[in-house]
């Protein structure tokens, strides 16, 4: 089965995030002050091919260990459809 994988990449809230930034500074320039905070991160999305969604979530899971996600500046999460 072919299996639509979502995988969301975002920077750990510990750390500086300079797009989020910037993107606050110019919606409080264009005058959109409700906005408290920004964080800008990646959305990726996989097809995969798996027995079960369970073993889809797996395999989507050493993906982003190994090439999506820095564990040392970024967290991801992953949702199977």
């Known amino acids: 089965m072919t299996f639509s994988v979502q995988v969301k990449v975002m920077p750990l809230k510990e750390l500086l995030d300079p797009q989020g930034k910037a993107v606050m500074s110019g919606l409080q320039s264009l005058g959109i002050r409700s906005v408290s905070d920004v964080r800008i991160g990646k959305s990726i999305a996989l097809q995969v091919e798996a027995g079960s969604a369970d073993e889809a979530r797996q395999i989507a899971e050493e993906a982003g260990k190994k090439l999506l996600a820095n ?9 199977v459809n």
Do not use: Q
């Open 71 to 79: 564990p040392v500046m970024e967290y991801f999460e992953i949702a």
